[in-house]
């Protein structure tokens, strides 16, 4: 492992607990141990919202503004999520 550092961080009771609990049942080893994983996960994260910007957003955000027909008025576009979520929330309620 490379050099550790200290850091000295303030967290919500709620956040203090859920780590003490981690360690507590035996998942983790220790404090530091969770804060690594939490973090390891944070930078997975970014790096999968960075290589989705990358990969998908800019290439279609190109393409349309190299063509504008390619693209819907934004009313439209709520209104057909707005239905979608309309014709869900239906269909949740039969189910349960």
Known sequence: MAAS?????SLPEEQASYIDGLVDSGSYASVSEVIRAGLRALQERDVAVER?????VVPI???????????????????DVRALHAARGKGQRRDA
């Open 5 to 9: 550092q200290k850091r000295t961080i």
């Open 52 to 56: 989705w910007l990358r990969e998908e």
């Open 61 to 79: 955000a190109a393409a349309t503004q190299a063509d504008p027909s390619r693209s819907i008025p934004a009313e439209q576009a709520f209104g």
